[in-house]
């Protein structure tokens, strides 16, 4: 038969308009909505259907911002919405209104998108931003402060979200399973006989009356409207938006199936010979087993989040608290953790008569309460130890296996350390009995510290889901266009009968192309990572530090305090405390080892004499120790070590350490990790908390970096080469070679089971392996000799070098003591300084002058002044934690 030259040029043509269209539908300018100020917030609803409607809000610069989604929908989909410059995660219950509160914004575009990465918004700032002595703007890839409260930015809210999520999570199972059970009854009965047909002599055993179009179309047409409503409520709106998902695929494949198999069985003889077969069985089967994928992939991603979920559940329900008239006495007695001639009384040991205690829900404890811990039982909440002597394992939070032994009263053989009466609620006591006072609840206690500070960095992006996310918000309409041109080329050049391949073809392209995969690639790895992590207690605090750890190449420690235990010299005076015999922590050398065995450089700061420090690196095993460095000379190291790299260029420089003269070396470090048993200036200027103290918590890092990345490139490459791979298949480009074209039903099995392979995926890095250490060759030999260099500088004047402005800054102090007096910290904080003054920088205590060109923030109408731009990114993150030092 010869081709007809203008049916052919028709079908383009044609084709080409589509393409125009779609283009111009999608990816046409938007225009924002402006929010609406009320009471000093600006405020805006979003409703949540299928996309964002507005998607594009624009706010103004200087004022708080309050966004109310109104989700007007259930699934998973949509469940959370994910600021990730902000570092903040929302839940977003199903048919519910929820409030997410933001602070003011600096100038910038601020993205938003679903828990899936699929459905995206955007917040505009506009307006003047106060300059920051680099830009007029922070652009919205930094990380900007991270005090927005939402629903979920709070510890206690974290915990009830969870349990929201769970609940809402069981349900949206239980629909689901509904659904597949109806869809599959109804779809046997069509899908079972069509299959039969295809098989040679089988056909005889058919009866003919099920292969009666009508009745395909009665059983199906539940499928289609019943079964698939939370598919066509979510795909139709997104095509709307103009933000279209997976099941704006799925709603049109299938959509175009059952109109064209209805069309058939109302008239038939209008279509050509050979394309009157009806796709029924594919609209069901489709249906069905995307309604599977989607259950499996609910189920799967439970695990995802599984470690998070496990320590909330960790958390104890009751408590056992003292009666008043037994409590009053005590409390009166407000000096017995630190007076033993206390302990003798009866009132002290009535604690341990059951009668005296009556259980109370763990929510009505308050701070200063006594409560009674019986051996077995979880501490309910942070305390310190009143009386009593107990074993406590205290793994869940440190990741450490080995016990830790509390004591209330020192002894003539034993005076206790602070750490031996401090208790962290939800740990569990092995051995003996405790009375302790609560000294921190609700959402103030360190598991829901931990549990928000682990939510807070699942929000956030790994850089590595760029190049994703970039595609994903174009894949939906290049499947479109891709299914148009598949449609147009199949129609106008395919064999007879045409028109039935061109609807095979264009509808197993719209089904088998999975967004989905793409925008989850990253974060599902990242989302399991962040809690294997806090399990072994590594808390990191944004996916962009998971991924630079592997990177690391260089690691410099503090010496007091992270390298050694910080134990002041018995003979030091009082007011000049000394740290020469300061004993060395367990695991720092087999730490130090693994680092040396992964080709990583160490570098140890130290304040002592150079013999007194290259001691303690000869027995630690480090490369280079740095000796007589200043308090504030840290940070100027950690730049210059920063500046010489060199064969090195695309290694990290990591800095370990504890105390508050830290905080501007870990701030100006590539990558910052703070002892979790320092200060909480260390820690909020660390972008990795280490919570037991332990050194080999570094190697945890990199060996976690390490298995995640490798994770998410499995996903990457799952997620690119399915589509790559598949969508060409869908298209019929084997049919030339083969005579093959692929049904619709095996794209939708295909495409059910992609994200649902992403998640096991995922769920594979709970069985990793992250404290591994490599220390065969340690203690073989002769002790590895450090090389020395004494920093011989009494102020940061050396910085001029490096092109600072000697005038910004000054030194702070010429003591050797471990931390800082927090008065310096205090200073000019009450009263705004002028030009030619001084302030003192919030995070770090140095000395600011007061110039134009100075590096400040914003903040409560009051102007900061900071040192260097690392601080000033650190205030932005939390600036209330550094105000309240």
Request: with cysteine.
């Given at each position: ?450 549990i928000a500070m682990v939510s807070r960095a699942q929000a956030t992006k790994a850089p590595v889901q760029k190049l994703a996310d970039r595609i994903a918000r174009i894949f939906v309409p290049a499947v479109m266009i891709i299914a148009v041109w598949t449609f147009a080329i199949w129609f106008a050049f395919g064999p007879e009968p045409k028109l039935a391949h061109a609807l095979v073809t264009a509808v197993s392209v719209l089904i088998i192309a ?372």
């Open positions: 038969m010869e081709p007809n030259i203008f049916f052919i040029a028709a079908a383009l043509i044609a084709a080409a308009a589509l393409t125009w269209l779609i283009i111009r539908f999608f990816f046409a300018p938007r225009r924002g909505t402006a929010g609406t100020l009320t009471n000093g917030t600006q405020t805006a609803t979003i409703s949540v259907r299928g996309g964002y409607s507005p998607s594009v809000i624009e706010m103004k610069a200087g004022t708080p911002i309050t966004l109310t989604f109104d989700r007007q929908e259930t699934g998973e989909c949509t469940s959370h919405v994910v600021f990730a410059d902000l570092a903040i995660d929302a839940m977003l219950p199903g048919n519910t209104r929820t409030d997410v509160h933001l602070p003011a914004l600096p100038a910038g575009d601020y993205p938003f998108a679903c828990g899936m990465n699929m459905v995206h918004g955007l917040l505009r700032i506009t307006g003047d931003t106060h300059d920051t002595g680099n830009s007029a703007t922070v652009p919205a890839s930094a990380t900007v402060p991270a005090t927005a409260t939402t629903t979920t930015a709070n510890p206690t809210n974290t915990l009830d979200a969870e349990r929201r999520e769970s609940e809402e999570r069981a349900k949206e199972i239980r629909q689901l399973l509904k659904l597949v059970v109806i869809g599959t009854v109804l779809t046997l009965p069509v899908f079972v006989p069509m299959m039969l047909m295809l098989i040679p002599g089988a056909h005889n055993v058919v009866p003919m009356w099920l292969m009666n179009p009508w009745l395909q179309a009665l059983l199906i047409t539940p499928v289609m409207f019943y079964c698939g409503a939370p598919i066509h409520r979510v795909g139709w709106p997104a095509l709307i938006h103009r933000d279209p998902d997976m099941n704006s695929l799925v709603t049109l494949g299938t959509s175009a199936a059952y109109l064209y198999s209805l069309a058939l069985c109302v008239a038939s003889s209008l279509f050509p010979e050979g394309s009157r077969e009806p796709y029924f069985e594919s609209v069901g089967v489709v249906i069905t087993l995307v309604l599977v994928g989607r259950l499996l992939e609910t189920k799967a991603r439970e695990g995802t989040g599984k470690a998070v979920q496990s320590l909330i559940k960790l958390r104890p329900r009751t408590a056992h608290r003292l009666v008043d008239s037994i409590s009053s006495n005590i409390v009166d007695n407000s000096n017995i953790s630190t007076n033993p001639s206390l302990n003798n009384g009866t009132t002290i040991a009535n604690w341990r008569t059951p009668a005296n205690a009556h259980d109370i829900d763990i929510d009505d404890v308050q701070t200063g309460d006594l409560l009674v811990v019986h051996a077995g039982e979880r501490i309910p909440v942070d305390g310190e130890l009143v009386d009593g002597e107990a074993r406590v394992d205290e793994s869940m939070i440190t990741g450490e296996s080995k016990p830790v032994d509390k004591k209330a009263q020192p002894t003539a053989q034993h005076t206790t350390q602070p750490n031996e009466r401090t208790l962290t609620g939800a740990t569990v006591v092995l051995k003996g009995d405790l009375l302790m006072r609560a000294t921190q609840v609700g959402g103030d206690t360190v598991l829901s510290q931990i999975c967004p989905c995969a793409l925008g989850l690639a990253t974060p599902l790895s990242v989302t399991a990572a962040m809690g294997v992590g806090a399990t072994n207690g590594v808390l990191v605090t944004s996916a962009k530090a998971l991924e630079q750890a592997r990177d690391i190449r260089t690691v410099v420690f503090d010496k007091t305090g992270t390298i050694t235990r910080g134990v002041v010299d018995t003979d030091a005076a009082g007011d000049s405390p000394s740290y020469e015999h300061d004993p060395v922590k367990d695991g720092s050398r087999e730490a130090v080892a693994s680092l040396h065995a992964a080709g990583v450089r160490t570098v140890m700061l130290s304040g002592d004499r150079a013999e007194v420090a290259a001691r303690v690196a000869r027995e630690v095993g480090i490369d280079t120790v740095i000796a007589q460095v200043r308090p504030d000379g840290k940070a100027y190291w950690i730049e210059r070590l920063q500046t010489e790299r060199g064969d090195r260029a695309n290694g990290l420089i990591a800095m370990v350490g504890d105390g508050i003269n830290d905080a501007p070396a870990l701030a100006q470090a590539d990558l910052g990790l703070a002892i979790g048993t320092g200060t909480d200036v260390a820690m909020q200027s660390a972008d990795v908390t280490l919570m037991n103290g332990d050194l080999r918590g570094v190697v945890k890092t990199i060996n976690l970096s390490n298995v995640t990345m490798r994770n998410i490139r499995e996903n990457l490459a799952w997620a690119f080469g399915y589509n790559v791979i598949g969508i060409p298949i869908a298209a019929g480009v084997l049919y030339p070679f083969t005579g093959w074209l692929l049904s619709p039903m095996i794209a939708g099995l295909a495409m059910a089971l992609s994200s649902v392979c992403l998640v096991l995926n995922a769920n594979r890095l709970h069985a990793a392996t992250i404290d591994r250490l490599n220390i065969a060759n340690i203690g073989s030999g002769e002790a590895r000799e450090p090389k020395v260099i004494i920093d011989e500088h009494t102020d940061l004047t050396h910085l001029e070098s490096n092109g600072q402005n000697r005038d910004s800054v000054t030194t702070m102090s010429n003591t050797n003591n471990k931390e800082h007096h927090m008065d310096m910290h205090h200073m000019h904080m009450n009263a705004e300084p002028t030009e030619g003054e001084t302030a003192t920088d919030p995070v770090c205590g140095m000395t600011v002058a007061v110039k134009p060109d100075a590096i400040t923030r914003e903040y409560n109408g009051t102007t900061y002044y900071f040192c260097g731009e690392h601080c000033a990114k650190n205030f932005d993150k939390a600036p209330q934690i550094f105000l309240e030092q």
